[in-house]
């Protein structure tokens, strides 16, 4: 790619720019607000001007409500000969791309997975969207040509393409993205109306619970609404889950109430969801959930025996913090006691049986032990880091 223009110079347009112009790229900058385009320019993004022929791809970094618009007066201008976006909403720009563009077959929904708490060109950062996973949604009609223009995209800025239907991109968005900053946003409201003290005692869980509630309101007012119908779907879930925990508190603050080992139950079982739910969540490592099968490994009294197990363990993806140590082990060692996810087990007892530990699964209470498959035979298995 030699070319390329930027349209919409926020923090992920100008990233974006500056991801590729870093990389040799000519890019071309512009924006409604022709200063935002300028300060970009001035950060090494590229020229704040339109360039005098078309480019091989046009990036549209606009609040998802505004792409389909956009597309469609780039593209009877004739700016570019591929064109994708970077809304974290698909459906509706794909839908905008099908039904009115001149050209959809050189269109492809795009989504860098990445982002930060700050917004506009001075935040945006040239590693942003680094190992970072960025979703591509071609429609029915996308070409071969526009489709290898995005993946050469991603190459530029170092991501990862992930290859999705729009309406699933934005039925899992919701869930994992779209809601938690409505629940961020809720949750730091309610910090207006905290006692006067509340500053002093606010430590990191209120502020990893608050993190995205500073996002620009406007733009996420765009997105809520563009995916509105996903949204209401998982807060209605989430409503249901708390019409079950208040009464449960309400019973727990009642008491010698009848109805206090009911909350506590109901209680447990919430908080065990998200328990199970968040071991879920690449890159967090497995937490142990109720009902999980046991990896059990009997250590020597060597020195430093331990903590070479529980490096090759994280290797592997499992949290080894979360381990229960036994210290009644043959010849004074130890036992250590892993719960892991079923899919895990078998898995972890083998690889670490293969590297040398004494390592068993326990099914129902009783131990067997996991040959590691011969070369060939798990082609393709790979451990799942933090798999539910």
Same mark, same amino acid.
């Given at each position: ?72 007066? &780039? ?55 680094? +190992? ?23 190459? &530029? ?98 008491? +010698? ?107 129902? +209470? ?23």
């Amino acid at each position: 790619m030699r070319t390329m223009a930027v349209v919409g110079t926020g923090l992920i347009g100008t990233s974006v720019a500056l991801a590729a112009s870093r990389r040799g790229v000519t890019v071309f900058l512009s924006d409604r607000d022709p200063a935002v385009a300028r300060t970009a320019a001035a950060l090494g993004a590229g020229r704040a001007r339109a360039p005098a022929e078309p480019v091989d791809l046009a990036v549209i970094a606009v609040p998802p409500s505004d792409v389909g618009a956009v597309l469609g007066e &780039l593209q009877a201008r004739g700016l570019a000969r591929s064109y994708t976006d970077v809304a974290s909403v698909k459906a509706e720009p794909e839908r905008a791309a099908l039904s009115r563009a001149p050209d959809p077959a050189s269109y492809i929904g795009g989504h860098p997975l990445a982002g930060r708490e700050r917004s506009g060109p001075l935040a945006a950062r040239a590693e942003l969207f680094q +190992g970072r996973n960025w979703v591509l949604t071609p429609s029915r009609l996308t070409s071969d040509e526009a489709f290898n223009r995005a993946l050469e995209l991603v190459a &530029l800025c170092e991501a990862v393409p992930v290859v999705m239907r729009s309406q699933d991109h934005d039925a899992a968005l919701a869930v994992t993205s779209h809601v938690p900053h409505l629940m961020a946003s809720l949750m730091a409201a309610r910090l207006r109306e905290g006692p006067a003290e509340l500053s002093r005692v606010a430590g990191q869980g209120l502020r990893d619970a608050t993190r995205t509630a500073g996002g620009d309101s406007r733009l996420w007012g765009d997105i809520v609404r563009s995916n509105a119908e996903a949204i209401a779907g998982v807060l209605k879930d989430l409503h249901m889950d708390l019409s079950r925990l208040v009464p449960a508190l309400d019973a727990l603050a009642r008491p +010698g109430g009848g109805d206090r080992d009911h909350g506590m139950r109901t209680l447990v079982d919430l908080l065990d969801r998200g328990v199970s739910g968040v071991a879920g969540i690449p890159g967090t490592g497995h937490r142990a959930a109720p009902g999980d099968p046991r990896v059990r490994v009997a250590l020597t009294d060597r020195p430093g025996e331990l903590a070479r197990l529980l490096a090759d363990v994280a290797e592997l993806g499992v949290v080894g913090e979360d381990a229960a140590v036994d210290a009644g082990g043959a010849g004074g060692g130890l036992t250590v006691l892993f719960t892991v996810p079923p899919t895990v087990a078998d898995r972890m007892a083998a690889e670490l049986g293969a590297a040398g530990w004494d390592a068993v699964r326990e099914r129902a +209470g009783r131990a067997e032990r996991v040959e590691r498959p011969e070369r060939g035979e798990g082609e393709g298995v790979v451990l799942p880091v933090g798999s539910a």
